[in-house]
């Protein structure tokens, strides 16, 4: 059974007034980038507890969440009202199979995030796990404005590092911003211009798709890949999705 242990906050970074990043130091159990943790906080006497997706690669000795502000949430008002010093609870154990582990050969990986969506892939792509067992991974990461487009440091960096095998694809929705898709992710896919972008084709025979965040991106998305013959990946029963939904 996972216990909850404590975490003391090391580091907050306000990206926007309502997206932030939190770094804690907790004893946890070896992870796996991908995986996600369970945290929380004594909200008038109840343990309040949520899922959130480590953003840090298993590597690093700090760990780290990446939220936005649920104005009625009962969690994110008060994890966004955290400092340095003070301490959660987090439990001991990760959870989650969106890792580069549990994912069957393929030539590509795609990982479509939206919005906060992006952590455990940030947290893939410093573990450097996709690498070797992909020859292009491909990151889309859709936000509706570019303030919202965060992590565009360690993305950056990796890019230099691994330039012969990631594309990165911005997607930004709701402004016109060059070298980013302005359209939603669907969109996208039906005119091409993901794979444009992306310098690859997205299908059944060579691709791994692994998505994250919204879950009707997620059911749209897997809607319009099914039309590709590609399907659910499961243990049983090995495909081509992997999905995390986190609302
Ligand atoms: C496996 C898993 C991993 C997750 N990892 C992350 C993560 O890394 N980062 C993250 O931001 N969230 C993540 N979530 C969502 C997170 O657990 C919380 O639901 C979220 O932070 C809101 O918490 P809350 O207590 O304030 O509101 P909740 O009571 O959880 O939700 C209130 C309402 O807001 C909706 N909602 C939940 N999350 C969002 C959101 N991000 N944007 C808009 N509406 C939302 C819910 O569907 C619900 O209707 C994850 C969820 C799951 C299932």
């Not at 907790?26 to 004594?42: L, S, T, Y």
């Not at 649920?70 to 989650?96: C, F, H, M, Q, R």
Request: net charge negative; glycine share 6%.
């Amino acid at each position: 059974m996972p216990e909850w242990i404590n975490a003391e906050i090391t580091e907050k970074r306000e990206w926007t007034d309502d997206l932030l990043s939190l770094r804690f130091r907790a004893a946890i159990g070896a992870f796996k980038a991908g995986q996600f943790v369970r945290v929380a906080m004594e909200i008038d006497g109840e343990l309040v507890a949520r899922p959130y997706s480590l953003v840090n690669s298993p590597a690093e000795s700090e760990l780290e969440i990446f939220f936005n502000i649920v104005p009625d949430g009962p969690l994110t008002p008060e994890l966004a009202s955290l400092n340095a010093g003070d301490v959660i609870k987090v439990t001991d154990k990760p959870y989650g199979f969106l890792t580069v582990e549990d994912l069957p050969d393929s030539r590509h990986l795609w990982m479509l995030a939206t919005g906060t969506g992006v952590g455990p892939f940030i947290s893939i792509l410093k573990s450097g796990k996709a690498w070797p067992k992909f020859e292009k991974v491909v990151l889309v990461y859709s936000v509706r404005t570019a303030r919202e487009l965060v992590y565009q440091e360690v993305i950056a960096d990796i890019s230099k590092q691994y330039r012969s095998q990631l594309s990165f694809v911005p997607v930004i929705t709701r402004e016109l911003i060059d070298g980013a898709i302005n359209q939603r992710v669907t969109a996208a896919l039906e005119t091409g211009q993901l794979e444009q972008m992306a310098g690859i084709r997205l299908n059944a025979d060579d691709s791994h798709v692994m998505m994250c965040g919204n879950s009707a991106m997620i059911a749209d998305v897997t809607n319009l890949l099914k039309t590709r013959n590609m399907r659910k990946h499961l243990r049983r029963e090995p495909g081509h999705i992997t999905t995390e939904k986190y609302h």
